[in-house]
């Protein structure tokens, strides 16, 4: 997988927290940030992979704030005047028409020669991924998407944000990048082999109020057990969380934590077999 950005909400630094996973020759996005244009043209300065709109056939949401949404409408606009090809967009039912009530101002007018106001499907191919009824707030029902499955939970953020558990058979990859500290969650992240999520690096009383009820301090990520710090990649962190050096953080992380690079390439599984963690990074032989 690679990441195209790993900061949080307010970083100048980083570019959003957002990313690209591979899948037997299969490419999914996990969420699309604003500055989609920007943050591609940084990334193929200085990437280890070269990323553009032609690589966005499928794309993951997992909840509607613009550092991880905002980039939909630039996708829309791209679709309609560059490929005509639209993306296909899953989540929940109730989240893809949440997203097409936020785009619809800006979209429904339509500008092609015929008139007439545009639909959703004019821009994307909204696909439902929902829960069956049985399977509670914390999902256990996976969707088969051929190459992998996948199902998802709410965490502890704004409500209805989602993280998600991908399957891909010899290799289970959850991704929550929006979620405060929630040992319940934690839990139903356990069985995977690589866990993507939320960190806070500095004061926790702020003005909005206490992050805790938001975002993931590094302090309480560290009362979880080593099995678990080992497999875990840090994302969504602040600027301040290291000066010039990822491998470096600002604030004590323990040994096994590390934050996740942004522009980097992370090979997980190679010949059918999984890497461990400390390998993820090291180049294909």
Same mark, same amino acid.
């Given at each position: 997988?690679?990441?195209?950005?790993?900061?949080?909400?307010?970083t100048?630094k980083?570019?959003?927290?957002?990313?690209?996973?591979?899948?037997?020759?299969?490419?999914f996005?996990?969420?699309?940030?604003?500055?989609?244009?920007?943050m591609?043209a940084?990334?193929?300065?200085?990437?280890?992979?070269?990323?553009d709109?032609?690589?966005?056939?499928?794309l993951?949401?997992?909840?509607?704030h613009?550092?991880?949404?905002?980039?939909?409408?630039?996708?829309?606009y791209?679709?309609?005047?560059?490929t005509?090809?639209?993306i296909?967009?899953?989540?929940?039912?109730?989240?893809?028409q949440?997203?097409?009530?936020?785009?619809?101002?800006?979209?429904?007018?339509?500008?092609?020669?015929?008139?007439?106001l545009?639909?959703?499907?004019?821009?994307?191919?909204p696909?439902?991924?929902?829960?069956?009824?049985?399977?509670?707030? +914390?999902?256990?029902?996976?969707?088969?998407?051929?190459?992998?499955?996948v199902?998802y939970?709410?965490?502890?953020?704004?409500?209805k944000?989602?993280?998600?558990?991908?399957d891909?058979?010899?290799?289970?990859?959850?991704?929550?990048?929006?979620?405060?500290?929630d040992?319940?969650?934690?839990?139903?992240l356990a069985?995977?082999?690589?866990?993507l999520?939320?960190?806070?690096?500095?004061?926790?009383k702020?003005l909005?109020?206490?992050?805790?009820?938001?975002?993931?301090?590094?302090?309480?990520?560290?009362?979880?057990p080593?099995a678990? +710090?080992?497999k875990?990649?840090?994302c969504?962190?602040a600027d301040?969380?290291?000066?010039?050096?990822?491998?470096?953080?600002a604030?004590?992380?323990?040994?096994?934590?590390?934050?996740?690079? +942004?522009?980097?390439?992370?090979?997980?599984?190679?010949d059918? +077999?999984?890497?461990?963690?400390?390998?993820?990074?090291?180049?294909?032989?």
């Open positions: 997988f690679y990441m195209l950005g790993v900061g949080d909400a307010f100048a980083h570019f959003y927290t957002n990313g690209l996973f591979h899948v037997d020759g299969r490419e996005f996990v969420d699309a940030p604003a500055y989609m244009n920007k591609w940084a990334n193929n300065e200085i990437g280890e992979e070269h990323v709109l032609a690589r966005y056939r499928e993951f949401i997992t909840h509607l613009a550092d991880h949404v905002g980039g939909v409408e630039e996708l829309a791209h679709q309609m005047y560059r005509d090809d639209p296909k967009l899953y989540g929940p039912g109730w989240m893809l949440d997203i097409w009530s936020h785009l619809r101002p800006a979209l429904e007018p339509s500008v092609r020669p015929e008139g007439g545009a639909s959703f499907d004019w821009f994307f191919e696909i439902a991924i929902d829960q069956p009824p049985e399977s509670g707030l +914390q999902g256990a029902a996976f969707h088969d998407f051929g190459e992998f499955s199902t939970a709410f965490t502890k953020h704004v409500p944000t989602l993280m998600y558990k991908f891909f058979g010899n290799f289970r990859l959850g991704y929550s990048p929006d979620a405060a500290f040992r319940a969650n934690i839990e139903w069985d995977c082999d690589l866990i999520h939320d960190t806070w690096f500095g004061e926790v702020v909005g109020g206490d992050i805790r009820n938001l975002h993931c301090p590094v302090a309480d990520l560290l009362t979880l080593e678990l +710090q080992r875990t990649l840090l969504h962190y301040s969380a290291y000066d010039v050096d990822p491998t470096k953080p604030e004590e992380i323990g040994e096994h934590f590390r934050l996740i690079q +942004q522009n980097r390439r992370y090979h997980l599984v190679v059918g +077999q999984p890497r461990p963690p400390e390998r993820w990074l090291d180049p294909l032989d």
